[in-house]
């Protein structure tokens, strides 16, 4: 009875592993060489299936250290007669636009290979093994022959999907994540990589020792050095050494929209993010994945009270003819103006300068028989809940005949004393433009800007 049991059971593997055999042969009813050219047609069709091209958003490496570790803003268009337009506009191009064109391919190498294969300027910058001129000098040479940026120029494509929404690239050799996303139609593409260019760098200048600020619910996460795109994101009361923390981002826009996205999606406070969109009427980037998340420009009045220390950041701020203001104290200085201009006076510049001991000069500049002047009015200051209090001072000799022969000018310094509310002048990102408001008059506010 055991032995037919035993029998059965062995006709009915037989049976089954037949017909798992004939599964297999469904599955696999063509060839690999077929398949294989069906999924190079596919994705070529996919890469071309955006009419515009493909905004690339191109790490070359893991690393946190420029110019390794910086993105670089591509655009892609790809034609289906397997040619490539590639343009860029960045350090590595000399800072100018720059485009070239190539041929590219869709090969198989364990899944589907991007293969930029015929020399391409903008492309194969990234993996060219010579050294990056605009990251030495002669006295710091940083010679990169031999290893150039380190990137690729074949990438695995990763995600493609049918409606052209995005596709995600991972590079051959460094394992980097690289998003495109569409350009749309009629954009052209040096107008578009200017002007996100210049979004960049007035949202995050070089000149001016500021920072941001990442908010992630009630976590506050300081976000330095911002400017080379590599940020030191921290928390906000950490030691920044001890608690670095790199995470490089690019700007990308659609439409009127800009968007920030860092290279690597990580957590902070109790929200993991990457890419935060700006609103300008607020003045913050939002998270696309979580309202709560946000970043902030530097506070105003900290930024203020900072930069007014000559000791420690020798810079001043300055009023010209050009910069913005309120009505009310345009009219102020129209008056000026022309009580001067009666008497053959030419009123120049104005500067408010670091001084010792919670004190700034207001400095009036002016030119009298072709030559000029300058005149000082001192000012003490104290912190108030909203800002700072003014207090004149008095000024020399000189400034006291200027008080004397234009009453417009005594108006001016009266308007600026007392409380005054500290602003941006145009975003918290960039304060190289302070706003000062008059609290007692609102409406009397002016712009000054930093210099050095």
């Not at 980097?176 to 996100?196: I, Q, W």
């Not at 050095?225 to 608690?243: H, L, S, V």
């Not at 913050?284 to 709560?292: G, L, M």
């Not at 000069?361 to 002016?366: A, D, I, L, Q």
């Amino acid at each position: 009875m055991n032995k037919i049991i035993s029998m059965a059971f062995l006709c009915a593997a037989a049976m089954s592993f037949t017909a798992c055999v004939n599964e297999e042969d469904d599955l696999f009813d063509k060839s690999a060489a077929e398949r294989l050219n069906e999924a190079s047609e596919l994705y070529s069709k996919r890469l071309c299936a955006s009419p515009n091209g493909w905004a690339v958003q191109l790490y070359p490496t893991k690393e946190d250290k420029a110019p390794y570790g910086n993105g670089y803003l591509l655009l892609f268009r790809f034609h289906e007669n397997k040619s490539v337009d590639a343009s860029m506009y960045n350090a590595l191009s000399n800072n100018t636009y720059m485009s070239a064109s190539s041929t590219w391919d869709v090969i198989t190498d364990n899944g589907p290979v991007l293969s930029f294969n015929t020399g391409n300027s903008v492309v194969h910058t990234f993996s060219d093994p010579e050294d990056v001129p605009s990251t030495g000098s002669d006295l710091d040479p940083n010679d990169e022959t031999g290893t150039g940026i380190g990137g690729d120029f074949e990438f695995i494509i990763v995600d493609a999907p049918e409606d052209a929404s995005y596709m995600m690239l991972k590079g051959k050799k460094r394992g980097t994540y690289n998003l495109l996303t569409p350009v749309e139609e009629g954009v052209d593409y040096e107008a578009y990589l200017t002007d996100v260019r210049n979004f960049q760098n007035s949202t995050f200048p070089s000149d001016a020792p500021t920072f941001d600020v990442l908010h992630a619910g009630d976590v506050l996460y300081k976000m330095a050095d911002a400017n080379d795109g590599i940020p030191n994101i921290f928390e906000y009361d950490k030691d920044q050494i001890i608690n670095e923390s790199f995470n490089p981002f690019l700007i990308t826009k659609l439409g009127d929209d800009y968007y920030l996205r860092f290279r690597d999606s990580k957590t902070y406070g109790d929200y993991t993010v990457q890419e935060f969109k700006y609103d300008k009427e607020k003045d913050i980037f939002v998270s696309t994945d979580n309202a709560e998340c946000y970043i902030s420009g530097d506070d105003p009045l900290r930024f203020f009270k900072q930069t007014i220390h000559a000791d420690k950041y020798p810079y001043y701020f300055q009023w010209t003819a050009a910069t913005e203001s309120s009505a009310a104290y345009a009219n102020m200085m129209t008056n000026l103006e022309s009580q001067m201009t009666n008497v053959k006076y030419t009123l120049g510049n104005l500067q408010l300068k670091p001084g010792e001991n919670n004190s700034m000069v207001f400095k009036v500049f002016y030119k009298y028989n072709r030559r000029n002047y300058s005149a000082d009015f001192n000012f003490s200051y104290t912190e108030s809940e909203n800002g700072l209090t003014l207090t004149y001072n008095g000024t020399s000799s000189t400034g006291s005949a200027l008080l004397t022969a234009f009453p417009a000018l005594q108006t001016l310094i009266d308007a600026m004393s007392g409380n005054v509310s500290v602003a941006a002048g145009k975003s918290a990102f960039n304060l190289r433009t302070i706003r000062l408001i008059s609290d007692a008059n609102p409406e009397v506010w002016y712009n000054i800007e930093m210099k050095s």
